[in-house]
Structure formats: structure tokens, C-alpha cells
């Protein structure tokens, strides 16, 4: 049973490039959040989605950040115009949805952005 | 908003236990979390803490006390596997449920 897969887990881009981030949940998941970490930071929540739904972004940023969760397919996490301070590593978890009280996250290994 | 304190760093040996203090502040406590994280890995469960007391798992044990609005993560018999940042994070009852705010974690080093 494979876990929340995500990738790229390196990716390097340039200022002004766009940064696509993919993230599989874990089989029979249906939640999707995304995580930002920045250097010796906390984890910070960004985006929570449900299948083809957004449920709260309220973590991310209203400019050049986007994320969707299409009934196929992975889940996305898209940085257009990216800016320096956009280097961190994104974390995606997912959770069943029977299981809302514990609040339980699987998370993927992270894609680590780095912007020249 | 949400606040979460722990330390650093913490150093332990190999064999021994080690607590690992947490406190918050929140404006409608509904659970906290211990993660592991591994460098460059992904951050795993270990334990979730709704009510007050002590949730014991193997070597691992968490407490917490909502009054004091405090945790602590206790490990036993130290493994250098245990070499690991920790993560406290709470879910608040209000809007956004679901949302875990994690803490700096606490990057333990266990030693020979």
C-alpha cells in the first residue's frame, strides 16, 4: 500500500519560472492539504481540497500560488513568477475521510524548491 | 490565532529517556499532535491528545493537560533511531478543523 507520493522531490527553478508540485494521496484517501517549510520553521498550512473542490486556502498566498485536485489525477500545487522567498519544501498529507476526529495526516516526503 | 512553544535542540543518551515539553496557547483547543520527522524525510504520527492524561504507546508516551495548556512527549529506552526533529501541533475547534499548527519542533540528537 503505497504512501502519499509525491514529486518532484528536487526541483530548481529560476526567478520569474513556474514551480508545479504533484502529489498522489494515499490509496482510499480523498483529503489533500499542502504544507509549506520553510528553514527552521514550523510547518505552515496552505490549502486543504477535497476531489475537484478547494475546501480552505486560507493558508496561501493570494498571488501566484494555486492548487486543485481533479477527479483523475494527482493533486497540484502550482507557483507561477516564483520569487526567492518561495524556496522551502512542500510538504502534501492526506487523511480518510473516516477519520476526521483523530486528525491523523499522512504526509509525502516533501518537494524541496529552490529558486535561483 | 495559535502559539506553540518547544525547545530547540535537546541532547540525550542512548538508553536513557527523554521529555520533550510543548506548551500553547489557542483559542479553541480540539486535540494536539506529536510528529517525527526525520532529516529530509516525511513527518510521521506518533500520538494525538484530545482529553488530559497520559497516551502511552510502546516507548513513546504523551501528555497533555488543557488547563496548563501543556504537552510533554516522553521516550524511553533511547535509541540512536530516535535521533529525529519532533513536532507538537494543534487543531483549534474553530473554522478550519481540520488545520494542524505545528510548532519549530524540538530536533532531538541521541548520543553513545
Known amino acids: 500500500n503505497a504512501g502519499v507520493m509525491q514529486n518532484p522531490r528536487h526541483l530548481v527553478r529560476r526567478r520569474g519560472q513556474e514551480a508545479r508540485l504533484r502529489c498522489s494521496p494515499m490509496k482510499g484517501h480523498s483529503h489533500v492539504y499542502w504544507y509549506r517549510q520553510l528553514p527552521e520553521e514550523g510547518l505552515k498550512f496552505m490549502v486543504y481540497l477535497q476531489k475537484e473542490n478547494i475546501i480552505d486556502e486560507s493558508g496561501m498566498p493570494k498571488e501566484r500560488f494555486s492548487a486543485e485536485f481533479p477527479k483523475e489525477g494527482p493533486s497540484i500545487l502550482r507557483i507561477q513568477q516564483v520569487v526567492r522567498g518561495d524556496s522551502a519544501a512542500y510538504f502534501c498529507?492526506?487523511?480518510?475521510?473516516?477519520?476526521?476526529?483523530?486528525?491523523?495526516?499522512?504526509f509525502g516526503e516533501g518537494s524541496r524548491l529552490t529558486v535561483l | 490565532g495559535q502559539n506553540i512553544d518547544q525547545p530547540t535542540e535537546m541532547t540525550a543518551t542512548e538508553g536513557a529517556i527523554v521529555q520533550i515539553n510543548c506548551t500553547y496557547q489557542?483559542?479553541?483547543?480540539?486535540?494536539l499532535f506529536w510528529y517525527q520527522q526525520h532529516a529530509g524525510e516525511a513527518p510521521t504520527f506518533l500520538s494525538y491528545n484530545v482529553l488530559d492524561g497520559l497516551e502511552e504507546k510502546g516507548r513513546f508516551s504523551s501528555f497533555l493537560s488543557r488547563s496548563k495548556g501543556y504537552s510533554y512527549l516522553l521516550l524511553k529506552e533511547l535509541q540512536m533511531k530516535d535521533s529525529a526533529s519532533y513536532l507538537c501541533?494543534?487543531?483549534?475547534?474553530?473554522?478550519?478543523?481540520?488545520?494542524?499548527?505545528f510548532g519549530k519542533g524540538t530536533k532531538l540528537s541521541v548520543i553513545p
Open positions: 489557542t483559542s479553541g483547543f480540539n486535540g
Open positions: 501541533a494543534v487543531r483549534d475547534r474553530g473554522a478550519g478543523s481540520y488545520q494542524l499548527t
Open positions: 498529507a492526506s487523511s480518510h475521510p473516516s477519520a476526521p476526529n483523530t486528525g491523523e495526516l499522512f
